[in-house]
């Protein structure tokens, strides 16, 4: 399969889903992953339709962008190291990975104010794998008031990764608690939320359907990493 059909293939299963239980298609926004894989081919993405890219390191992101000159949209994905937030907060759009206050801030004093305000999803972990990033529940709330109004970033939502399952249902729990806990940091702080990073490859469809309004898909596209 060509880049192109593959964007169209995942689409589909992502447009199907969200029919499937009632949502908007239109409001899940498909992230391409594109660690490891080189510039040409992520050209060939964006010229296949994709809007958003997702890297997973400040590095690799920094050499890439440079070749390419289309504007899209970038995504941080993976754990931001906070001798990392300088360039972070000029080379992205959105970052995925926020567990620590001092990062965020960081984040806020680095962002140019000449640019709009770096989108922010607080990362939780739901999975208590070691050595995997993220909040526990009970800490976001503490840390969604923390962020929520810092000057230059603009807080909009949760991300979570789920264990590796599978089968795709078995997921299915671990997105319908980011969505619980979503509704409730809302309710008990007042700050709007409205998105939800979950689901990549193997699970996307799971996500869609419990209301995953960004999915992060590297494989499915590109096929298997080195
Ligand atoms: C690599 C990665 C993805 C994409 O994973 P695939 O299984 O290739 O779709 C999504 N989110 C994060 C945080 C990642 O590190």
Known sequence: MGIS???DDVRSRL???ADRSGRDPGAVRLIAVTKLVDASRVRDCIAA???DIGENRVQEARAKREDITVPVFWHLLGHLQSNKTAPAAQLFDAIHSIDDVRTAQALAEHRHNDRDPIA???QVDLTQIPGRHGLREIETFEMVRSVAGLPGVHLMGLMTVAPPVSDPEEARPYFIRLR???DAVEH??????PHLSMGMSDDFEVAVEEGATMVRIGRALFGARP
Do not use: D
């Open 49 to 51: 339709g994709i809007t």
């Open 15 to 17: 447009n199907a889903a």
């Open 180 to 182: 619980q806990l979503r």
């Open 5 to 7: 059909e593959a964007v």
């Open 120 to 122: 922010a999803l607080i």
């Open 188 to 193: 008990r702080t007042g700050w709007p939320l």
